[in-house]
């Protein structure tokens, strides 16, 4: 099954590359943006059928390399 | 004393490292990181770009054959030394707290840079006296070090916080957006250390400073 993770900073972690966007978005006038963050989308191919096991499977992936929990948070999409 | 320098591929401060100590006179080795075991006493993980840096600076680094090896050294109360992108290293192994975030700027940051000893309660800094103002390059893009309040109490109350960047009258002038200027900590025991500077790069007047040669004699 196809297996969509997605990874951003947790909030309250402040995200230069965000703000840097932020900022050029406000100067090309669209003012009406505030609080941009960027984030990593992970999409990959996974050989496993069931999907509770599949979550499970990505969970630990996460968990031990994909996000690095002290700052970053992680949504798995299945 | 013994040290072993680990090189992974796209590390690119090994050999200064090892330049740095055998000048003064340590019996040291470069080990490739598919090695199993260390014989050391003290490890240094060096500068670079570990891996190319995917995913996260040493996110993968973190998985090298060879850290089964580092993590046993720190267990059995091994000194270690990571710096700059070794620094990153011992914060994706968890062996000290924290963890790298981009530069506040964005910008990759290669200059001299003030630093401003905090503790010297330790053998890396034994050498040098608290307040005293190091002048040692910084070049790295992710040193944005980041930890939680609490954690960065209990770190001031067990003298873990070592280095913090200044200018050169001592007041705090950060490059990078690190949480209170820290440049380098090291874990509880005093025994694993990190910071984003590269002191290996001031051992010799030639470089413009021999601040460093002063920190890593400590070591001895």
Redesign the interface.
């Known amino acids: 099954m196809k297996v969509i993770v997605n990874v951003k900073l947790k909030a309250g972690v402040l995200d230069p590359a965000g703000k840097a966007t932020e900022n050029a978005l406000h100067s090309l006038g669209f003012i009406s943006v505030n609080d941009v963050r960027i984030g990593k989308q992970i999409v990959f191919n996974l050989d496993i059928d069931c999907k509770d096991e599949a979550k499970k499977e990505v969970t630990k992936m996460c968990e031990e390399l994909l996000a690095n929990t002290v700052i970053e948070e992680y949504e798995i999409v299945l | 004393m013994k040290v072993a320098i680990i090189n992974f591929p796209g590390t690119n401060s090994e050999i200064d490292t090892k330049w740095a100590f055998d000048k003064l006179g340590c019996d040291s080795e470069i080990l490739w990181h598919k090695e199993s075991s260390i014989d050391a006493d003290l490890v240094v993980l060096p500068g670079g770009f570990s891996h190319g840096d995917y ?2 600076t040493a ?2 680094a ?2 090298s054959p060879i850290m089964e090896a580092v993590k046993a050294h720190a267990k059995k109360g091994g000194y270690i030394l990571g710096i700059c992108n070794g620094f990153q290293m011992l ?2 192994l968890g062996l000290l707290p ?2 790298m ?6 910008n990759f940051i290669a200059k001299f840079h003030c630093l401003k000893v905090i503790s010297n309660s330790n053998k890396f800094l034994s050498n040098c006296e608290v307040g005293e103002i190091l002048k040692v390059p910084i070049a790295h893009g992710e040193g ?1 070090y ?2 939680d309040n609490y954690s960065l109490f209990k770190m001031q109350d067990k003298e873990q916080i070592l280095l913090k960047y200044c200018d050169e009258n001592g007041e705090i002038l950060n490059p990078n ?1 690190s949480v209170d200027g820290i440049a380098g900590i090291c874990d509880e025991n005093k025994k694993i250390f990190g910071l984003m500077p590269h002191p290996e790069r001031a051992c010799d007047e030639l470089n413009g400073s021999v601040c460093g040669i002063k920190m890593l004699k400590g070591f001895l």
């Open positions: 995913l996260r996110a993968i973190k998985f914060l994706e924290g963890a975030n981009k530069n506040l700027s964005l944005n980041h930890i957006g």
